[in-house]
């Protein structure tokens, strides 16, 4: 079973920044697509980022792209998420998991959902 731990979420004044972790517990990271998807109240969660196991392939959707930038370190077995310029529109809980990534718009996750971790953009 694929396992992710996501962290680094918090309240944010529009504008602001956070850096997201996911971090793999019990097993290597280094063959696995991993996609960041986000989840707000009363909403279907989302396709966000996306990244290919060796980095060579990105991916970003059009509401995040230009603001957003996922980045790995499969040394570390992590990926992140750095989220830039960020607006009340943002907040949602954010999860990672292995995906199939074929496009910004098209992201098919498979793995384990954690807790992930909530991301609040308010004055």
């Known amino acids: 079973q694929v396992q992710l731990v996501e962290s680094g979420g918090g309240l944010v004044q529009p504008g602001g920044s956070l850096n997201l972790t996911c971090v793999a517990s019990?097993?290597?990271?280094?063959?696995?697509?991993i996609g960041w998807f986000r989840q707000a109240p009363g909403k279907d969660r989302e396709g966000v980022s996306c990244?290919?196991?060796?980095?060579?392939?990105?991916y970003y959707a059009d509401s995040v792209k230009g603001r957003f930038s996922i980045a790995r370190d499969n040394a570390k077995n992590t990926v992140y998420l750095q989220m830039n310029n960020l607006k009340p529109e943002d907040t949602a809980v954010y999860y990672c998991?292995?995906?199939?990534?074929?496009?910004?718009?098209?992201?098919?996750?498979?793995?384990?959902w954690g807790q992930g971790t909530q991301v609040t953009v308010s004055s």
């Open positions: 998991s292995a995906s199939h990534c074929y496009s910004d718009s098209n992201y098919w996750p498979y793995g384990s």
């Open positions: 990244i290919s196991s060796k980095g060579g392939s990105i």
């Open positions: 019990g097993f290597t990271l280094e063959a696995l697509t």
